[in-house]
């Protein structure tokens, strides 16, 4: 994936590319070097959630502008990445066309999101929309989220702890906040909450 992003960037007269890193050390230690005007990053990496990156790179480099390019549905998570620092996102699937109309709108200094998400933001921005209408699942912090998506893909507490670099306890407290936040009783009700809403991406449940 990385190897076709370079050679599409590479084919562009208006655009260089500067590097690669497989995960979010590699890439810290690339961009001191490097130094580049955008960042295409995925929510899903090895050794450290997408969002925290994000954050990580905002704090680290306020000027650096952050595409995210992934698989995951954007209903899901687009607006959770901006809010973590990133200036747009685009799905793989979008094509390289719409990828580099997104890099060049980013690097304008506009925000890219797809038509439909742009228009859902609007959407819940709007005072027609029914107070308390939004999902449940956006009530959860970033962490949360990220926990909350692990459970549903099936991964016990000890395998979140180290997905995530926290400690099993950490990750029990964060458990309880959302079954808390979502109104759920037990462990067996939130791990099937987490995997109807994992196997239905998209969904409100």
């Not at 590479?10 to 890439?27: H, I, K, S, T, Y």
């Not at 809010?83 to 200094?109: F, H, Q, T």
């Not at 926290?166 to 990750?171: A, E, G, H, Q």
């Amino acid at each position: 994936m990385r190897a076709g992003l370079a050679q599409l960037i590479e084919r562009q007269p208006d655009l260089a590319f500067c590097g690669e890193a497989g995960n979010p050390a590699e890439a810290f230690r690339e961009l001191a070097q490097a130094a580049p005007d955008l960042v295409l990053a995925d929510i899903t990496m090895p050794g450290r959630s997408g969002l925290e990156f994000i954050k990580d790179l905002s704090a680290q480099y306020p000027d650096l502008l952050v595409l995210v390019v992934s698989m995951h549905d954007e209903a899901i998570y687009a607006e959770r990445a901006l809010r973590s620092g990133a200036r747009g996102y685009i799905m793989k699937e979008a094509g390289g066309d719409n990828l580099l109309a997104a890099i060049r709108k980013v690097l304008r200094g506009e925000i890219y999101v797809s038509p439909r998400m742009a228009a859902s933001v609007l959407d819940g921005l709007s005072a027609r929309r029914p107070r308390g209408s939004s999902s449940p699942i956006e009530k959860l912090t970033d962490r949360e989220f990220e926990v909350f998506r692990l459970i549903g893909q099936g991964k016990s507490t000890r395998d979140i702890s180290e997905l995530l670099h926290l400690s099993p306890k950490t990750v029990d407290v964060h458990r309880s906040h959302i079954k808390e936040k979502l109104g759920l009783t037990g462990a067996t009700a939130l791990v099937h909450r987490a995997v109807r809403w994992v196997e239905t991406p998209g969904s409100e449940a």
